[in-house]
């Protein structure tokens, strides 16, 4: 397996490898976005089944809801494996596969949008609506999937849920459970730090360091940004 987001086709099937963040606009080779996620489907021409394998921890949620929309609206079979760790957005491209396979020891996190932002009490309440907006979205999408009400999945998602590969097939998240060992280490630590609840063997099974000096030091910017903005409203 890649570290990195590909595409290849052979003998009308495709092979697509999301092994990164989802982002907004793609910088480093690990990324996706929803641009070069276009035209690399583009390139691949008339296909009759897409394999999609993913291990990311989410990211940019429109970006992620853009690529879950062009692959439910592909005419190819599209088979999603969940090679390790579908977190936030990625959960979300996913649910697009016709079949869903968790590999033995993967796992589908699934939380509520959120997001870092600044300016007066007007529009710290728009961006707040958007997010209801963008949470409803996809609570329909999972429902769509799972047969989970929108209440019950509104809640899972308030609760950032974990769920192993055998409850998501129980639960109705997946189709089928892989006994192939899960791949979690395209997944850095400080990716995950994003996250409130994450489990202590999904942590000891990831690389310590597997970003760039650049993509470190952006993290870390972030976070200080976030603790900021939490102490000037006093959480």
Not at 35 to 50: N, P, Q, Y
Not at 130 to 137: H, V
Not at 188 to 202: A, M, W
């Amino acid at each position: 397996m890649t570290n990195y987001f590909q595409m290849k086709a052979t003998n009308n099937v495709a092979q697509i490898d999301i092994f990164g963040d989802i982002v907004s606009e793609k910088w480093f080779d690990e990324e996706t976005s929803a641009t070069s996620f276009r035209d690399a489907l583009k390139e691949l021409g008339d296909v009759s089944t897409i394999n999609l394998s993913i291990n990311s921890g989410g990211g940019s949620v429109f970006d992620g809801i853009a690529i879950y929309n062009m692959l439910k609206s592909h005419k190819a079979t599209v088979n999603v494996y969940i090679e390790g760790l579908a977190a936030s957005i990625a959960s979300v491209i996913a649910m697009a596969g016709d079949t869903i396979t968790m590999r033995s020891g993967s796992m589908i996190m699934v939380h509520m949008p959120w997001t870092l932002s600044q300016g007066n009490a007007e529009e710290m309440r728009k961006t707040a609506d958007t997010l209801e907006k963008t949470g409803d979205s996809i609570v329909d999408i999972y429902s769509e999937r799972t047969g989970i009400s929108s209440d019950d999945i509104r809640n899972i998602m308030n609760d950032e849920t974990w769920l192993s590969a055998e409850e998501a097939v129980e639960q109705g998240w997946a189709t089928k459970l892989d006994q192939k060992e899960a791949v979690m280490n395209s997944v850095p630590k400080e990716i995950l730090g994003r996250f409130s609840n994450v489990p202590k063997n999904v942590l000891a099974r990831v690389e310590k360091k597997t970003l760039s000096q650049d993509r470190f030091d952006l993290i870390e910017r972030e976070k200080q940004t976030l603790k900021l903005l939490k102490d000037e409203i006093g959480e």
